[in-house]
Each structure stands twice: as C-alpha cells, then as structure tokens.
C-alpha cells in the first residue's frame, strides 16, 4: 500500500485539524493595498493551499481582505470556530492569537507563502532559515513570535524580499535535532527542515528510507546534515555508514545504500515530490 506523506512544520501538524477557506470580495483602499491584494490573490489561488484547505471538511470558513487586513472567519463542527485576521502593521504582517491557538499559526504559514510568491522567493526556503536562525542561535528578524498575558504575537517580515543572511552556512545541526529520537521497531516519520537542507525519513531501526535536499547543489551541508541526522536515528547500519562515507556519494556499503537523486522507488512509494530548486540524495538502511 502507498504511503502518503504530507510534509508540515511541527507546529503545523498540531494546526492541521483547523482550517479551510472559500474566497470571498475584498476591499483595496489603503497605502498598501497592493501587497496585501497580492497576497491575499497567490494565497487564495494556491494549489496546496486548496489541498491542505480540502483536508478540513469538517469547517467552512470566509476569508475576506478589507484595507490591509486579511480575516479568515471559521464556524466548525469540531473546534474550529472564530475570527483570524492579519494585518499589514509597517514591515510586517501581524496576527495576535489566544494561547494554544494553533490555527493562527497554520493560517500564518500559508500566508508566508504567498509572501514568497509574491517577491518570487522559495516558500520551503524561507521556513528553513527561520528554523535555521533558532538552530544557529541568530537574531531572528522575519519571523517572530512572543507570548504574554495570554496572547501570542506573531509578526511575519513582507516589506520586501528577505535577504537570508548566513544562509550558506545552516545546516541540520545538533540543536535542529534535539526533539528527534533514535529509532526503534516501530515506523515513524521525520521532517526537518533547516537552513538549506530539506529531510524527510519514514521507517524503523531495520528498515530506514531518507530523503535530503539542499537548496540549489547538494554540498558539504547535505554531507554534514546527513551523518548527522543518521548518528541520532541510530538505524541497523549506522555504524558502517558513519565509518564508510565521509564524502558525498553514490555508493553501497553494509546494510546501506546512497543514491543520487530520489530514487524511483522511494517516490513511488511515498508519492514523494521533490521541491523546486532543491538537488537531493536518497538513503535506504536495510538492517543487513
């Protein structure tokens, strides 16, 4: 049977039970009217959006723009209920959220990616160097959120398209892999993405499949995320890959093997679908 896999940030999977949208009229007046007309269009018209909206059928929601605020109102059989509006404040676009409202979030990350289309930016990108300042301990400027008194303050940067400082240099470190545990008899999954590296691996001790992407070629950042990630997941073999590869290639090892690209069988399997832009390896652990 096929595995399907959908790939969300942590803090989305919690959100993924919350939400979906019927667009609706918008009003434009304002100073920057523009952009959020923008971002109100690619949100709306985006094609996983409409996916990830599909899987909520349980809830209908409106979604509105008026001036430089986007509302989505949400009226649901299973918790999903009230008003999420974000507006551009300056620099960025801002929401304040009740604590524990995880659909404020979710709503946000969508709309993240329609700032990235917007500005011609790669949405998986843009969430990988804020995940990638907070591993590489960096001030994070683009993506903030703060708690107090009950309430979450996200702030999202959409002034312009988002200079990455320091992106070169991020990778899956020891820090993006510290709620990952070694693995076990059963299958699981694991998404990571930090920095210029994109991970997804499904399986168990005995029986590991992992794809990673870098952004662009794949570098000395695939090769170091790679054995890094492996030496946490602990899979049969592991030993023999951390002593055997040292550089980044195709090869056979004991109870391993590293293929250029994502294999066929692993896409087929996983209906895995490569992200724009990214170069990727695939590594099978087979528990030999």
């Not at 160097?129 to 009950?150: Q, R």
């Not at 020891?174 to 008899?185: G, I, R, V």
């Amino acid at each position: 049977m096929k595995k399907t896999v959908k790939t969300i940030v942590a803090l989305l999977t919690a959100a993924a039970l919350l939400f979906a949208l019927a667009a609706c009229g918008a009003k434009t007046d304002g100073p920057d009217a523009n952009l959020m007309q923008s971002i109100y269009e690619k949100l709306t018209a985006n094609k996983d959006y409409a996916e990830w909206k599909a899987t909520l059928n349980a809830t209908t929601f409106e979604e509105k723009l008026d001036g430089n605020t986007i509302t989505v109102s949400a009226v649901g059989e299973e918790g999903v209920n009230g008003e999420f509006a974000f507006t551009l404040d300056g620099d960025y676009i801002v929401n304040t959220a009740a604590e524990g409202d995880y659909a404020s979030y979710a709503i946000l990350m969508e709309i993240m990616n329609a700032v990235a289309e917007h500005y011609g930016m790669n949405a998986s990108l843009m969430r990988g160097y804020i995940a990638g300042l907070d591993a590489f301990e960096k001030e994070n400027t683009f993506f903030t959120a703060e708690t107090a008194d009950g309430k979450t303050s996200y702030r999202l940067y959409a002034a312009k398209a988002w200079d990455m400082a320091g992106l070169d240099d991020m990778y899956i470190n020891e820090k993006a892999l510290a709620y990952t545990d070694a693995l076990t008899d059963n299958s699981v999954n694991s998404v990571i993405n930090t920095g210029k590296i994109s991970l997804f691996a499904i399986g168990s001790k005995t029986d590991e499949e992992i794809v990673i992407g870098e952004y662009g070629e794949n570098t000395e950042l695939t090769l170091k995320s790679l054995q890094n990630v492996v030496a946490k997941l602990q899979p049969v073999g592991y030993e023999a890959f951390a002593k055997d590869f040292t550089e980044l290639k195709e090869g056979k090892g004991n109870g391993y093997t590293v293929t250029s690209g994502i294999a066929p069988a692993f896409a087929e399997n996983h209906e895995y679908q490569a992200v724009d832009g990214y170069s990727y390896f695939t590594v099978v652990f087979t528990g030999a």
